[in-house]
C-alpha cells in the first residue's frame, strides 16, 4: 500500500467510490407512462390523482401506518403535521436541537415557539430526560428527529408525552426504516413526517415527502392541512376551513415512490450489510475511531455512519484527519453543524421576529439560551462517513483502507 497520504500527494486509497445508483429504468418507465397517457388523453397529469392515492396507501402499509398523505418536501412535512395538531399560537415546541432547519422553522410557520432540546448523551438523538427538562406550562408538542438512520429513544420519549400529555411528531427524514423492536420509526407518535427528496433513503424525485399518522380524524386534519384547508371529509356545502400552504405531493412524483418504496427495503439492507462488512474488514480494529452501539432491539438504517474520533491517541485533529480520509476518496463530514439550525442567524436573531417578538408570547424563549452541553460535545467527538447501498466488497476494502492509512499517519 502507498504509505504517502493523498492529502501529501500521494495514491488515493479509494479512487473510485460509486454514486448512489437509486435510480433506474424502472423510475423512467413511471414516468414515461403518465406522459403518454398525458398526449393519448390531452389531461396533463395533476395532483391527489390515481397514483398520489395508491402511493398512500402503500407507504402507509409499509410502514405499518393506517393512512398516509404525500407532500412536496420534508420540511412541508414537519409543517403539515403540526399545522394537523392545530397548537395553540404562541406555544411551546420542544424539538430536539440537532436537525435540519426544515425540522424546526415549521413550529414558528405555525405561529408557535421552538424550544431546542439537548440531544441524549453519545448521540445526536434528542433524549427524553432532555426533553422533560424544557417543558414548561406553555408546551404544547413535542418534535423528534431520528438522526442519521438511528432512531430516538421512542418508548421513552413516548411516556414523557404521555406523563405531560403532549402530542409527539416524529421527523423521519433521515431514518426511513429504521425500528425499535422492529416497529418502524414515524409510527410511535401521532404523527410521522418523511422527507423523500433525492438525498434519502428512498425518493420521490428532487423533493418530496409524506405524512402518516393512526386516526381518520387526523388523517382528515393533515389532508385539510396539506391543501389549503379543503373540506375534505366535511359535510356538503362545507368550504376551505383553515388557512394552510398547499403541500401537494403531484402525480409524478408519486408514480416515482411507488417504484422507489419497492426497492426501499433493499437499499436499507444493503447499507447495513455494508456497514457490517466494513466493521468486520476491519473498521471496528481502528484505535482512531470508535463505532456506537446500537442497544438491543434497535435497528439503524444508515442514513450515515457516526464514527467517534479518539483524539487521545491521535496527532492530528479531528479536521485534519477527516481531510485526509476525504482526500483518500472518502464521503466524510468532520462537524455536523449544518445540522443545528439553533446556531444560525434565523434563531440568533429570533427577539426581534414573529412569532418571539408578539406580545401575546409571554414567555421567555425569545432571549432565554437553551445549552446543549451533549450536542456540543457529540458534535465536537464525532465525524460522518457517508455508506452506499451501491458499496460491495470491493468498495468497503477501499474505504477500511483509506482509514488504516490515515490512522498509521497519525497514530501516536
Ligand atoms: C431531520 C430533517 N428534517 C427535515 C428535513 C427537510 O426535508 P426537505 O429537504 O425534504 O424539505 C430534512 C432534510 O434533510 C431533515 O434531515
Redo the contacts with the bound molecule.
Keep these: 500500500m502507498d504509505k504517502k497520504l493523498a492529502i501529501n500527494g500521494g495514491e488515493k486509497a479509494a479512487p473510485v467510490l460509486p454514486n448512489r445508483f437509486h435510480f433506474g429504468k424502472e423510475e423512467k418507465d413511471a414516468i414515461n407512462k403518465l406522459f403518454d397517457d398525458a398526449i393519448a388523453t390531452g389531461n396533463a397529469p395533476g395532483y391527489n390523482g390515481p397514483e398520489e392515492e395508491a402511493f398512500c396507501k402503500e407507504f402507509a402499509e409499509f410502514m405499518g401506518a393506517k393512512y398516509a398523505d404525500g407532500t412536496n418536501?420534508?420540511?412541508?412535512?414537519?409543517y403539515v403535521a403540526l399545522k394537523s395538531l392545530n397548537l395553540p399560537p404562541f406555544s411551546e415546541v420542544i424539538v430536539g436541537c440537532v436537525?435540519?432547519?426544515?425540522?424546526m422553522m415549521p413550529i414558528a410557520i405555525n405561529n408557535c415557539i421552538p424550544v431546542p432540546a439537548d440531544t441524549a448523551p453519545g448521540t445526536f438523538n434528542t433524549g427524553a430526560k432532555e426533553i422533560e427538562a424544557r417543558i414548561t406550562e406553555r408546551t404544547s408538542a413535542i418534535l423528534v428527529?431520528?438522526?442519521g438512520g438511528e432512531p430516538a429513544d421512542m418508548p421513552a420519549i413516548m411516556a414523557v408525552a404521555a406523563k405531560h400529555n403532549l402530542p409527539v411528531v416524529e421527523?423521519c427524514?433521515?431514518s426511513h426504516m429504521a425500528k425499535i423492536n422492529g416497529k418502524n420509526v414515524g409510527t410511535f407518535g401521532r404523527y410521522g413526517?418523511f422527507?423523500?427528496?433525492f438525498?434519502?433513503h428512498m425518493c420521490t424525485g428532487g423533493?418530496?415527502?409524506a405524512v402518516i399518522c393512526n386516526t381518520e380524524e387526523d388523517y382528515w386534519n393533515e389532508r385539510r392541512a396539506a391543501d389549503r384547508g379543503k373540506p375534505f371529509n366535511l359535510p356538503a356545502g362545507s368550504t376551505n376551513n383553515i388557512p394552510a400552504i398547499s403541500c401537494n405531493m403531484d402525480e409524478f412524483h408519486a408514480a416515482v415512490g411507488r417504484v422507489q418504496l419497492k426497492k426501499l427495503s433493499g437499499i436499507v439492507a444493503r447499507r447495513k450489510k455494508a456497514v457490517e462488512m466494513l466493521k468486520a474488514a476491519g473498521l471496528k480494529d481502528l484505535k482512531s475511531i470508535s463505532i456506537p452501539e446500537m442497544k438491543k432491539g434497535v435497528d439503524h438504517c444508515y442514513w450515515w455512519v457516526g464514527l467517534k474520533f479518539n483524539a487521545d491517541v491521535m496527532k492530528c485533529t479531528k479536521e485534519e484527519f477527516c481531510a485526509a480520509l476525504t482526500a483518500e476518496g472518502l464521503l466524510v463530514v468532520p462537524n455536523y453543524t449544518g445540522?443545528l439550525p439553533a446556531k444560525m442567524d434565523w434563531y440568533k436573531n429570533r427577539a426581534s421576529q414573529h412569532p418571539w417578538n408578539n406580545p401575546l408570547y409571554k414567555g421567555e424563549a425569545g432571549k432565554k439560551d437553551y445549552p446543549t452541553p451533549n450536542c456540543d460535545q457529540a458534535i465536537k467527538d464525532t465525524f460522518i462517513l457517508f455508506v452506499y447501498e451501491s458499496f460491495g466488497e470491493k468498495e468497503v476494502a477501499m474505504v477500511v483502507k483509506a482509514f488504516q492509512k490515515v490512522e498509521a499517519h497519525y497514530a501516536k
Excluded at 73 to 78: A, L, P
Excluded at 99 to 103: F, I, K, N, S, V
Design positions: 418536501g420534508g420540511t412541508n412535512s414537519v436537525t435540519d432547519p426544515g425540522g428527529a431520528h438522526i421527523d427524514a433521515q413526517a422527507s423523500l427528496m438525498g434519502k423533493q418530496g415527502g445540522a
